[in-house]
Structures are given as structure tokens and as C-alpha cells.
């Protein structure tokens, strides 16, 4: 899913959130030929009947009249802050960007295609009622809303961005229908500081959600070791229709905003994880989302381009050498020099399975307890 006026989702210059992450990776994705192996295309707008599938009418209103005067942003609502100050044309980028996941999720929905990606993606702060951690609208929450319209009864959503996915786990806190995984630095020390292991749903929907809040400083071992002891079990005893991933690249060693470390290689192992999943459990329908990521030259346009390399079944492999007419625009739009090749040299990443024990004084082992008992005795699962 692509449009190029998503890179208009701009809240101007010394902002973390620098639109330049999303052009970059458009073109290191041409410049492996994968848009050759994919159709390209481009989704509508999200209307106002879209939004209102999560977001208030109110909170709608607000972000419209921020678009057209940003100087009367109503702060109240989240705009207009340090984090989402407001700029001309809020309403529109942002509905589009949110249009590009709704589509994507009807496509797959619909059988017009298997995989569907939209790095844009991904806003997983925004609230029913505002704005919140860059995020205006949330397009993953909407992808989903969207796909129970159209008649899923089970979509698995996993979050493997450093930040809690905060707002899609409140957009369906009481819905049984959809369960959320977040894995996730620990809200001890790190925006939102929320996703605590005892945060499991409503009374309605008792161990839909589900959070694995890991100790800053956790590296790659220890990052697949927590995705592999929590995930596969619960997607496999869930069996979604449809499964929605959201690929944060800001759980890396070199993003500037948080504090795990988790290299590039590792990150590429996640997203192959989850495209297996789709096929095990989905019938591999898969919707893959952007997220995070601040390390905009580095980091995001090499992960998000291994996400569509495997979402297109053409995986670009670790070592390759990236395209030298790549690494010349990232210097003539950045002043930074690129990277050499499509790895961290940490690859192929070998990590602890859980089955091989339990180590008590081990923090990471702690956090995948906590979570494991947290939620799985309330899907009948052993912890």
C-alpha cells in the first residue's frame, strides 16, 4: 500500500517522526526490485463512517478544524502538543495513511491478496477520543474494526514496536473477538507507561489482551526468546482468521527514543516468525504495519524493506550489498552516510527457546512469566 503523499504526515522539522524514513523506504524497496514482485496500489481516504468505527465524532471534529487552523488545535484532545503538534492538512494525510491499513485489510479480507503491507502504518497510540505518541488516527485499530464489519469473529493482533500498543488494545479491551499482543519495553521505563502483564481485558473478553513488558537493555536473544515463549502458543490456541502485526523498527540498539537492544537481524526474524504464523494459523491472510522508528537512515528503511521482502515471498537475504544509487539519495537528502549491506552482522540469530528452562533470576525470564500467568490460565493454557 502506497501513496506518495503519506510523506505529507509531517510534524515539521527537529520532530522524531521525520517523513524521510517512509520515502527511503520506498526506494530501497525499488531498489531490490520488490515493487517488481508486489502490486503497488493505492487506497482511498478513510471516510468519516471509517473513523467512527473507532474514533469519536468529536475527536474527528477536533483534528479537522486543527487541519485547517493549526494555531486553534484543541490540546485537550492531544493536539497541538510537543508530541502531535498540529500542521495544515492533518485530517487528510492522516486519513489516508489510515486508509492504505483499511484497505489493506480488505484486500486480505476479500481474497484479492494474501499479504498486504503498509509500512505508513502502524499509528498504534491514537485513542478513541485523541491524539497521542504521534499517532493521530489508528490505523491498525481501524483495520480491524474494519475487518469484523466485514464478518471476521477472530483477528490476532501482535505488536512488537518498543511502545505498548496502548491504543489498539483499548479500542478493543472488551471485545473477545480480537486478541492483542504487545511485546514491549517496560513501562517502568518507557512512553506510555502502560502494558503491565496484569492489563488482560475486560471481564467481557478475560485474556484478549495480553503484555510482555520487558526490562530496557534486552538484546536479541532474549527479544526472540519472549516472542517465541508467549506468541505462537496463544495464536495457535486462538486461530484467527486474519492475523495484523505491527513492526515498529524503534526496538533497535541504535534508536534514539528507547532502551533495548535488538539489532536489525533479529527484527527480520520476528517478521519471518509472523509471516509463518499467518500460514500455520490465518490461512495466510496476513496484514503487516510500519510503527515506530527514529534511526531514519539506518535502521527503518532496511527493516521495512525486509517486511515486504518476505510479505512478497522474495526475502531479501542479510548480506546483501544495498544498491550504491540508494546510499547516493540517502546522502543527498540526509548529509548521512547509508549502510553497506542489508544486515547487523548478528545474523542467523540463535536464541534460548523457553522449553529449555526457567531461570528465577533472570529478568527476562521474569517479565515472560509474569505474562504467561497473566493471561495464559485464562485461555485454559498452562503458564
Known amino acids: 500500500m502506497w501513496d506518495e503523499a503519506v510523506t505529507g504526515y509531517d510534524f515539521g522539522p527537529g520532530h522524531p517522526m521525520d517523513p ?4 527511503l523506504t520506498r526506494t530501497l524497496v525499488d531498489a531490490f526490485g520488490l515493487d517488481r514482485e508486489v502490486e503497488v496500489v493505492a487506497a482511498k481516504a478513510a471516510g468519516e463512517s471509517t473513523l467512527r468505527l473507532v474514533h469519536r465524532q468529536d475527536y474527528i471534529e477536533a483534528v479537522k478544524a486543527a487541519s485547517a487552523d493549526p494555531g486553534a488545535a484543541d490540546q485537550s484532545y492531544g493536539l497541538g502538543t510537543m ?70 469473529e477472530r483477528v490476532a493482533y501482535v505488536d512488537v514496536d518498543v511502545h505498548h500498543g496502548d491504543g489498539v488494545q483499548a479500542a478493543f479491551w472488551e471485545d473477545p473477538r480480537v486478541l492483542t499482543i504487545s511485546l514491549h519495553e517496560h513501562p517502568r521505563t518507557l512512553f506510555p507507561q502502560t502494558g503491565w502483564p496484569e492489563e488482560t481485558g475486560a471481564d467481557s473478553a478475560e485474556g484478549s489482551s495480553v503484555n510482555v513488558a520487558l526490562p530496557a537493555g534486552t538484546g536479541d536473544a532474549g527479544w526472540l526468546r519472549a516472542f517465541h515463549a508467549v506468541v505462537p502458543e496463544l495464536i495457535a490456541d486462538f486461530r484467527p482468521q486474519v492475523l495484523v502485526t505491527q513492526h515498529g523498527a524503534d526496538t533497535h540498539f541504535e534508536d534514539p527514543l528507547a532502551h533495548l537492544a535488538v539489532s536489525l537481524d533479529a527484527q527480520r526474524a520476528v517478521q519471518a516468525a509472523c509471516h509463518d504464523l499467518a500460514h500455520e494459523y490465518a490461512d495466510g491472510r496476513w496484514v503487516a504495519l510500519g510503527g515506530g522508528g527514529y534511526a531514519v537512515v539506518d535502521v527503518v528503511p532496511r527493516s521495512w524493506t525486509h517486511l515486504v521482502g518476505i510479505a512478497a515471498g522474495r526475502a531479501v537475504a542479510p548480506e546483501a550489498v544495498i544498491p550504491e544509487g540508494w546510499r547516493q539519495e540517502v546522502f543527498a537528502r540526509t548529509r548521512q552516510l547509508a549502510p553497506a549491506r542489508m544486515t547487523d552482522g548478528r545474523w542467523p540469530v540463535a536464541f534460548p527457546g523457553w522449553e529449555e528452562g526457567y531461570d528465577p533470576a533472570d529478568r527476562l525470564d521474569q517479565a515472560v512469566l509474569a505474562a504467561r500467568r497473566a493471561v495464559f490460565p485464562l485461555r485454559g493454557l498452562l503458564a
Open 83 to 152: 508530541d502531535d503538534p498540529a500542521f495544515a492538512g492533518m485530517h487528510e494525510v492522516s486519513a489516508l495513511i489510515a486508509g492504505q491499513s483499511v484497505g489493506a485489510a480488505e484486500a486480505v479480507w476479500r481474497g484479492q491478496a494474501l499479504h498486504a503491507v503498509n509500512f505508513a502504518g502502524g499509528l498504534h497510540h491514537a485513542m478513541p477520543g485523541g491524539a497521542s505518541g504521534f499517532c493521530i488516527y489508528n490505523d491498525a485499530s481501524l483495520a480491524i474494526a474494519r475487518l469484523l464489519e466485514l464478518g471476521a
Open 20 to 23: 524521510v524514513r517512509l520515502a
